[in-house]
């Protein structure tokens, strides 16, 4: 079992060298990311037991052996046989382990080691240079990024996370890595589209995506409302969002439009929800 838990693992780190699946980016990358998870998974369990075996061969403990004859009374030194009733199948009897084993488990616990304290700078070093030696302030807050750049949009995803937690939401469409999306990432309320490019990488050229990203840009482009309102209320979206990112992409005065035609349900400095539903009532 250990031997086999070995095999599969650095099968999976060997196979995406040769073999990969060609997404967009035609590179072996993804595969590499979702094969190496299943890579340490599958050596994490392995080491120990290799390591205890590799011990036990170190210290020349017996190791058992088939035997191809039955044994010989004047050599009953060599080995000691299990009785035959109680192991089916061949005979078996023990050795010592021969030097030259001794010798390869030995260097390979050494090699072992040495990759062990190798690998021990990584977690050290690369907490510091990620981290930028802790300046900032520690926390377990994920949006504190919205908190320090964005403060009027993270006011509103906690207003959505407290009232309205499964409420899909309208917001711009942005590009990957940015923080497009983060009405929907942080309050957990569906969007129309959030990354436009992950959403190709992983779904192929799907219509569906130019579709949803073009509703996005009628909605805070076209001032006709009419044009685009069945169509999201078809879709299930209640709310609107106007904030720093929607101002980014479609101008300072994007909510003006909005004014006059939806009730705003709440505003957080900058950032206003409206909501598509005529009779809404506002809330703080």
Not at 163 to 179: F, K, L, Q, S
Request: no cysteine; net charge negative.
């Amino acid at each position: 079992m250990t031997a086999l838990l070995a095999v599969v693992g650095l099968g999976s780190i060997l196979l995406p060298e040769l073999v990969f699946l060609r997404d967009v980016f035609a590179t072996r990358m993804n595969t590499v990311f979702k094969f190496y998870y299943d890579a340490w998974i599958l050596l994490a369990v392995a080491a120990p037991l290799l390591t205890w075996e590799l011990i036990a061969m170190l210290r020349g403990t017996e190791m058992d052996v088939a035997l191809e004859e039955e044994p010989d009374p004047l050599a009953i030194h060599d080995f000691d046989p299990l009785p035959a009733e109680a192991v089916p199948g061949p005979v078996l009897g023990r050795r010592p382990v021969p030097v030259w084993l001794q010798g390869l488990a030995g260097t390979t616990l050494v090699l072992g080691l040495l990759f062990v304290v190798g690998g021990t700078f990584y977690p050290v070093v690369a907490t510091q240079t990620r981290s930028d030696y802790f300046k900032g302030m520690q926390t377990l807050d994920g949006m504190i990024h919205l908190r320090n750049g964005r403060p009027d949009d993270a006011g509103a995803i906690d207003w959505l996370r407290r009232n309205h937690p499964e409420t899909p939401v309208i917001e711009a469409v942005g590009n990957d890595y940015t923080d497009a999306a983060r009405i929907s990432t942080f309050a957990g309320t569906p969007t129309l589209l959030g990354w436009a490019g992950h959403e190709v990488q992983w779904r192929g050229d799907n219509p569906e995506i130019g579709r949803r990203q073009q509703l996005v840009d009628r909605v805070y482009q076209d001032a006709d409302s009419a044009a685009w309102r069945s169509e999201v209320q078809r879709l299930g979206f209640q709310f609107l969002v106007v904030g720093s990112i929607e101002r980014e992409k479609y101008g300072t005065d994007v909510g003006n439009k909005f004014e006059g035609q939806f009730p705003a349900v709440h505003q957080s400095g900058s950032t206003v929800i409206y909501s598509l539903s005529p009779q809404a009532v506002a809330q703080r």
